[in-house]
């Protein structure tokens, strides 16, 4: 064996990054174990545990790196979008790349129901403020109510949730309605999520949306007032009957 080639700190981290991403999209999460990476870049385990701690933390900095990492070509890709020409067909294939392709949807899932708890807060903020910008834009027609960010924040929780969840659940989930399992199919749903997220963003019809969003919170507390009466009322009605 020849002499052992010394690298740099982040030299080493990306080197285990990179081989721990080809092991997770060929062989899924239960791949990305430290042995095999270290022998992949040539690396001792010792070596890999001083840069990631532990293997739960070599697969947490793995998500985070390709979290950071699709953060900033979104953010790109949007930044990109002339007034009124945003794209979300081409973030699909960007998002779907990264947790379809390279396998993170299954890591992500796997973190979480190994009991990790990731950070990732923001993750699409940059998103959200271009979609919030260009709302606003469309918002200034005569009688055209402004967007509340709050609402393009939930918009683009809900799309980013349907990307992650589409490589998991997606196929089962269409065969649960009734839809044959082939590409046609998975791409003409694709297209209609598409299609529905549009919609969505429009500013036309905002008042809709905002008294859903309304009428929805003010269902919610009537509901919860109506249980706290019959809480209220049973109790009452218990304690008066021990008094008697």
């Known amino acids: 064996m020849g002499p052992r080639v010394r690298h740099s700190a982040d030299e080493a981290k990306r080197m285990i990054l990179e081989a721990a991403e080809k092991r997770l999209r060929d062989g899924g999460p239960a791949a990305v174990r430290v042995q095999l990476v270290a022998r992949d870049v040539g690396l001792t385990d010792a070596a890999v545990h001083h840069h990631f701690g532990s293997r739960e933390g070599l697969v947490r900095a793995l998500l985070r790196h390709a979290a950071g990492g699709l953060r900033g070509q979104i953010e790109t890709a949007a930044h990109s979008w002339g007034e009124g020409s945003r794209d979300l067909s081409s973030l699909t294939d960007l998002i779907s790349d990264c947790y379809e392709r390279r396998g993170y949807a299954r890591l992500a899932m796997w973190l979480t129901l190994s009991g990790a708890r990731g950070n990732r807060s923001g993750m699409l903020s940059g998103l959200v403020d271009v ?10 027609e005569p009688g055209t109510a402004p967007p509340t960010r709050t609402e393009t924040q939930f918009i683009v929780a809900l799309f980013h949730m349907v990307q992650v969840a589409e490589p998991l659940f997606g196929e089962a989930m269409r065969r ?3 839809l044959p399992s082939d590409d046609a199919s998975r791409d003409q749903f694709r297209a209609w999520v598409l299609n529905v997220f549009e919609n969505l963003l429009q500013t036309k019809g905002l008042h809709d949306h ?4 309304k009428s929805g919170a003010l269902r919610d507390r009537q509901q919860r007032s109506v249980s706290k009466r019959r809480i209220v009322g049973t109790a009452q009605t218990r304690a008066s009957g021990r008094s008697a």
Request: aromatic share 0%; hydrophobic share 35%.
């Open 131 to 140: 979609l919030q910008g260009d709302r606003e834009i469309e918002a200034r």
């Open 176 to 178: 649960s309605a009734g």
């Open 210 to 213: 905002t008294s859903l969003l």
